[in-house]
């Protein structure tokens, strides 16, 4: 099939860029032409474009392509030549180069490089390309040096209607020297030598060897020859403390005429002084200048002095460098390590500050704003220590949080840029207290009866310590006991339980507060007065007036019960009684367990049409651990013949389920006595 290309692929060279004649070349125009930057050319296009060759005429062996004006390029490439620059021997490098259809229909166009050993088109070579319209499509080239020289080699892009050729180079490493266009002597004196220095720099990467030449009617002394800078000036610091004066000379020659010195009216600096400002220097003569250096700061000053030569256009530069130093103030320590400190204990230490400098010092203190650093007082604040003296600093210091604490405290200096810094660590400690037992544990205990246990609080602290006592989840109304309970018969509490607004106090602690001693004791009375059955696992807290709450505790354990009482007999038996009439017997209770008991014989509802009516006078009572107790029961029978009567006796603490007898009696009237 046809492609519409040419046959024969024309040879690739390279182009020829317009020559300029060695004699018009400046210095930049010569390092600019020479040696061109890869980035900039690469990517605005330099001063090269491609060549593009003659117009096809493929109308009759080409395919029918819509026609573009002739004058219109079809492919606009990117970059329009290819420069590889700082590169290694046998090292690969790439660059790409950008094929675009600036026309409005598509075309192809053929990529091709005659063939190299060190540069070569990616992927084929001699490839057919559909370019799109307003599509950029990518070439890449490599390029592989084999030693450390120039190349140059060009890439070949073939359309249907024009040849493009794309130079491509490769710049090995080379000298450039940085040389100024042209060397201005303005007015000379007349049959008098001038001379000016010139600093030449290689700016390349590779050794330059140079000669340097003139024309006839100009005369350099280092014509024909190497060329040899020379140092105009050397640069002197200095460093004094701010205040004082550097005095340093520095020398002007006159080589062969008279020189006027004048003042350089532009020279303007409040730290550096000049002396004489002017004056003349005899040919071959010598001339001591002055330079003075009193800095205002501890800072670095840096400022540039010029000569004016009567006669010469040029000026002499000095630099003039200096560092100003202040008071060097150091502190006798820089570290401070307090160790444990007693919490809310005063502490006092000293350090000094001393002065090592030959100015006199002010100082103050930057007052620190944590928690911890507002503990520390110092004095003096603030003052002047003399040169080479020292100031004593007293630092009193009272921990309010526990902990291990490091803290930095800085001193201001005036004139000093950085300040002094001492920092000081410890430990803040609480109060140690203890308790002689691990655990209060009452063991089994009866509801509504008080039981006792003691303990012993010691202070082994090195100062006094002001405790309060107090339990966890306990409540606030008071517990009831089974002494106050009996007291009360008609108590509703014996049938229906005790009604409580809030959670009881079952606890006392004595005494609940009070001071101990540095290395002191204080013993402690726990009673407890259970009013609910369940196993207790309460705190005793200790807090500490100025400390904190809850520094120490005591674990105190318990088991409230009701203990199983028993009545007897079940039936109280009266047999006859004679109507309204009172009979007294008892009931005996019983208690077979460990723990004491309250009992108490529920009072009777009396009604208006009861056959018997009931009373105790000692209702209630204790019974001790595997005991009996009695309770006696007076009987009035108010009704003829048998009655049974239910009676109920409460145990405190356990109202559900309370103890149930029977009292049997028979009533009858008596015998009616014969009227006489």
């Not at 266009?181 to 990467?205: A, H, I, M």
């Not at 726990?526 to 369940?534: D, G, Q």
Request: glycine content about 6%; charged content about 20%; aromatic content about 8%.
């Amino acid at each position: 099939m046809d492609s519409g290309f040419p046959k024969k692929t024309p040879t690739p060279r390279l182009l020829q860029r317009e020559r300029l004649q060695p004699n018009t070349l400046l210095p930049s125009k010569f390092q600019q032409e020479k040696f061109p930057s890869t980035k900039k050319e690469a990517s605005t296009g330099g001063r090269i474009l491609p060549r593009i060759g003659l117009w096809l005429d493929l109308s009759k062996t080409g395919p029918k392509l819509p026609s573009a004006p002739p004058k219109q390029n079809l492919v606009q490439i990117s970059p329009p030549e290819v420069i590889f620059q700082n590169f290694n021997t046998h090292d690969v490098s790439e660059m790409t180069v950008s094929l675009m259809n600036v026309d409005k229909f598509p075309h192809v166009v053929k990529v091709s490089m005659e063939r190299s050993p060190y540069f070569q088109v990616m992927g084929s070579n001699d490839a057919y390309r559909l370019l799109v319209p307003a599509v950029s499509v990518p070439v890449r080239i490599r390029f592989s040096p084999g030693e450390n020289k120039d190349y140059s080699h060009e890439l070949l892009c073939v359309t249907e209607r024009e040849r493009i050729v794309v130079p491509i180079r490769a710049i090995a490493a080379r000298a450039v020297l940085d040389f100024p266009d042209q060397l201005d002597f303005s007015t000379c004196p007349v049959k008098c030598s001038s001379q000016k220095t010139l600093l030449l720099r290689n700016t390349g990467n590779l050794e330059a060897r140079f000669q340097l030449s003139t024309q006839r009617q100009s005369l350099f002394g280092q014509s024909q020859r190497d060329l040899r800078l020379e140092k105009l000036m050397e640069e002197k610091e200095t460093g004094k403390e701010k205040g004082s004066c550097e005095d340093r000379a520095a020398s002007l020659r006159a080589p062969g005429e008279m020189a006027k010195v004048h003042q350089d009216p532009m020279f303007s600096d409040d730290v550096s002084f000049i002396e004489p400002m002017e004056g003349e220097i005899e040919p071959d003569g010598l001339a001591k200048i002055k330079m003075t250096f009193k800095p205002l700061e501890a800072v670095e000053y840096q400022s540039m002095a010029y000569c004016s030569i009567s006669g010469r256009e040029s000026r002499l530069p000095l630099q003039l460098r200096g560092e100003g130093q202040g008071p060097l103030v150091e502190l006798s320590s820089d570290t401070l390590e307090l160790g444990d400190i007693f919490v809310n204990t005063p502490h006092v230490c000293e350090v000094n500050l001393i002065n090592k400098g030959a100015l006199d010092a002010p100082f103050s203190y930057i007052p620190s704003a944590t928690k911890v650093g507002l503990g520390f007082k110092l004095a003096p604040q603030e003052g002047i220590i003399a040169a080479g003296g020292s100031q004593t600093l007293q630092i009193s210091f009272s921990a309010t949080v526990l902990g291990r604490f490091e803290e930095e405290f800085r001193f201001s200096v005036a004139g000093s840029p950085t300040p002094a810094i001492l920092t000081i660590r410890g430990s803040v400690t609480g109060p140690s207290l203890h308790f002689d037992l691990p655990e209060l544990n009452f063991g089994d205990i009866s509801f509504g009866f008080p039981y006792t246990q003691c303990c012993r609080l010691t202070n082994s602290s090195p100062v006094p310590v002001t405790f309060q006592l107090r339990m966890s989840f306990d409540g606030t109304q008071p517990a009831v006991d089974s002494v106050d309970q009996i007291r009360c018969h008609s108590d509703p509490a014996w049938r229906k339980g005790i009604h409580l607004y809030v959670e009881p106090r079952e606890f006392t602690i004595t005494p609940s507060r009070g001071t101990i001693l540095p290395q002191g004791h204080q013993d402690i009375q726990v009673t407890l007065c259970s009013n609910s059955v369940m196993e207790f696992y309460r705190k005793m807290l200790v807090d500490l007036e100025g400390f904190g709450k809850g520094v120490a505790s005591l674990v105190i354990t318990a088991r409230c019960l009701v203990p199983k009482l028993q009545v007897s007999p079940h039936v109280l038996q009266y047999d006859e009684c004679l109507l309204k009439v009172p009979y007294e017997k008892k009931f005996l209770i019983r208690n077979p367990s460990h723990l004491p008991g309250c009992y108490g014989l529920i009072e009777q509802k009396r009604k208006e049409d009861a056959a018997v009516l009931y009373s105790s006078p000692k209702p209630c009572g204790i019974v001790q651990p595997h005991s009996t107790a009695e309770i006696p029961v007076l009987v009035e029978v108010q009704a003829l013949g048998a009655h049974r009567t239910n009676v109920l006796i409460g145990v405190f603490g356990d109202e559900r389920n309370p103890l149930t007898a029977y009292l049997k009696e028979e009533g009858f009237s008596p015998p009616e006595e014969p009227v006489v």
